[in-house]
DNA sequence: TTTTAAAACTGATAAAAGTCATTTACAAAA
DNA sequence: TTTTGTAAATGACTTTTATCAGTTTTAAAA
């Protein structure tokens, strides 16, 4: 049931890229192997963080709520990324969720397991500080874009986020079903605001829809709009 | 001239307080030291990193420049930080400038002299790793803060945030001369939004001004604003 | 298939913030 | 002190986006 790390489809590409077959093993031996249905609560803002999330398979969104019920989004997470590290080395509680935005399956490494495998393998630790410079960057660009871009061109830049994050490359063009709700807290408006960009996307032929599915047709046209204040 | 490290103010404080006095020693010897007149670029946007400036008196702002013309703050820096990692660790080019706010000093630290200290001091690479979650994390708040709170509550966290960094305690009540055109692009907004907030914090007897110098009269007042939405 | 609940969509209106034009205040130079 | 350039301040107006109220669509349960 439990995944084993040393044959994990993401060997090569995680975090864990430059770990040992035995400090691999190790991991794999000591992990806890977890669940979670679409909607449900992989760690709650304010709660002490027990370990580290390494996600197998599945889509995740970190996200914070305002007082008043509003929802941004910070990151985006796919299979083979890990979550929840970076209130692991403050030493703080949460200060975002993170809320499955699909069925997924993620392995949980404990506090102790994963500071005992930074402090014996520096290859790992500097592939975690670049990592964690690596999201910096790019939170400090979605920091600019909010303050600079319309809605309109965040909007289109947000859904080729979603491909980029997302796009398994299995149909000739990029669907994802996600909710109006959750696309607005992406792009930080409105869930009315995006549905009428929405609509005009569609009357130009970049997107359709089908429900809450989103399939988009032509990228190429996202990526002008979006970078018209590049 | 230049400030020797191991007797500088911000020995046990900054970046390099887990240093020994050898790595110290052998800081002082190779860096270089800078002084940069207000306004002066002191790194710039698409420029490839050299090393690292650890700032010894003076304020910075790093921010990004719109194709619009419009500018960003991303962080605000004050003597004893250190300022260019992020690019220097992800060894990519420098993704925001930084630009002195007052006349400022700094002292310049080589990428092989910096590689050298993180790849054999442990303590100092953890340090560094933990700054790195640090920022992310502000830059979260700020992302956050940007997309749920009205300008007004933002420029009331703008200005604690002044104070928080740049106070110095040596008057009663904190003072910084700072441009309108710089308070707007640290709070994402207008020139003209902020000046009529500002009057507004005026007559409150939050705020006075004398020219460009804007004296804080009421913090407690400023946080209750800026708390509106947490 | 009918029912029902939730989510997508649409329209009207309000609020927030941006833009442009102009005046006033300040600070440096003559 | 007067001049002059720059930045702060204010006012009128526009644009963008949010909010609220409603309708339609979708998808799942009865």
């Known amino acids: 049931m439990n995944p084993n790390c040393n044959t994990c489809e993401f060997r090569h590409s995680s975090l864990f890229k430059n770990c040992t077959h035995d400090e691999l093993s190790q991991l794999s031996e000591n992990k806890c192997f977890n669940v979670y249905k679409k909607g449900q609560v992989i760690f709650h803002e304010g709660n002490r963080p027990l370990g580290l999330f390494c996600i197998f398979d ?7 709520l305002g007082s008043d019920g ?4 910070i990151r985006l997470v796919k299979k083979g990324d890990t979550l929840g590290y970076r209130s692991l080395i403050e030493n703080t509680k949460y200060s975002a969720s993170a809320i499955a935005l699909d069925d997924t399956q993620a392995c949980f490494i404990t506090i102790s397991e994963f500071n005992h495998l930074i402090d014996t393998n520096v290859k790992v630790a500097s592939d975690l500080m670049k990592m964690l410079a690596k999201v910096l960057g790019d939170t400090q660009d979605k920091l600019v874009h909010l303050a600079m871009k319309p809605v309109r061109e965040r909007l289109a830049e947000a859904l080729l986020l979603l491909k980029n994050t997302y796009d398994d490359k299995k149909a000739e063009h990029f669907s994802i079903s996600i909710s109006r709700e959750d696309l607005s807290s992406i792009v930080g408006t409105a869930k009315e605001t995006v549905i009428r960009f929405l609509s005009e996307f569609k009357e130009e032929g970049i997107i359709s829809t089908k429900g809450s599915e989103i ?3 032509r990228s190429d046209k996202l990526l002008k709009i979006s970078s018209l204040y590049d």
């Open 58 to 64: 599945g889509k995740v969104k970190v996200s914070r």
């Open 215 to 217: 399939t988009i047709l």
């Open 70 to 73: 509003k929802e941004q989004v």
